[in-house]
């Protein structure tokens, strides 16, 4: 067993607690969008596209990240590899997501939206892609980033979800009630 197991089995309950909540709230967001699918507002497919997914995209990271760190490695080099492809592929999705907002016709982003769609996304999953490559010589650290990431995107998730069901019922509403 590497000196990296160790540091890693310290970890287990941090990642059972943060996947765990990941996974439910993948489950409750489909949930909700199922609910408030009777009425999906003009162009909510390109809003969907740029609000919903994501937040399943960010909540499904921080499950993976869980999933990932909780395996028995025998060596860092690999979970490393893993999580800093997880942080690369989150980055290029940043700029998809950031595509996707400034095309979409039915809601205007604000700086909030900015900043928890894109902005902190893409720090978190920057942590994620730079961190293996102090992996080996600092374990420790690296490891205190990967669970600064996935429960960054945690909490980026609860506040998107949340945000877009207050949006739905507050404001999707009111326009429907105003059209009546």
Do not use: K
């Amino acid at each position: 067993m590497s000196a990296f197991m160790p540091e890693l089995a310290e970890w287990g309950s941090f990642y059972v607690i943060v996947g765990a909540a990941a996974g439910a709230l993948i489950g409750l967001q489909f949930v909700v969008m199922t609910l408030l699918a009777d009425r999906p507002p003009i162009d909510a497919a390109a809003a969907g596209a740029a609000f919903a997914s994501p937040t399943i995209v960010h909540f499904g990271a921080a499950l993976l990240l869980s999933a990932l760190l909780n395996v028995p490695w025998h060596a860092i080099t690999i979970a490393a590899a893993l999580w800093g492809l997880v942080g690369f592929s989150g980055l290029a999705y940043a700029v998809v997501v950031a595509r996707r907002m400034q095309r979409q016709a039915a809601y205007r982003p604000g700086l909030e939206d900015w900043s928890f769609h894109i902005v902190l996304p893409s720090a978190a999953y920057a942590i994620l892609a730079l961190s293996p490559f102090a992996a080996p010589s600092h374990t420790r650290e690296a490891l205190f980033c990967v669970g600064t990431a996935a429960l960054l995107l945690l909490f980026i998730g609860i506040h998107n979800a949340w945000d877009s069901v207050i949006y739905h019922v507050l404001v999707s509403r009111e326009d429907t009630n105003s059209e009546r």
